[in-house]
């Protein structure tokens, strides 16, 4: 009899830590907020009028250009 108790205890104890995956618990902070990408602001080449970002834009005069073509052209 005690077999048998320790043999489910065991088995118990192997589930219960090993087996049984609990949920991930969340924040409130994740709950009411999306996630939300980092987004850049957008300009338009000022000679083409593709919309380009800020980081990736060429200032040259006080005008965005989108690429290096758009600047000299």
């Known amino acids: ?6 043999v489910i205890g065991v088995v118990a ?6 087996i049984k995956k609990t949920p991930l618990q969340t924040t409130k902070k994740e709950k ?13 080449c000022s000679k083409c009028g593709v919309y380009v970002e800020v980081d990736e834009a060429i200032l040259s005069n006080g005008k965005y250009f989108c690429s290096k073509e758009c600047l000299k052209g």
């Open 13 to 18: 104890f192997v589930y219960y830590f090993f």
């Open 32 to 44: 009411t907020q999306p996630q939300q990408e980092d987004a850049q602001d957008m300009i338009e």
């Open 1 to 6: 009899m005690i077999k048998w108790l320790l």
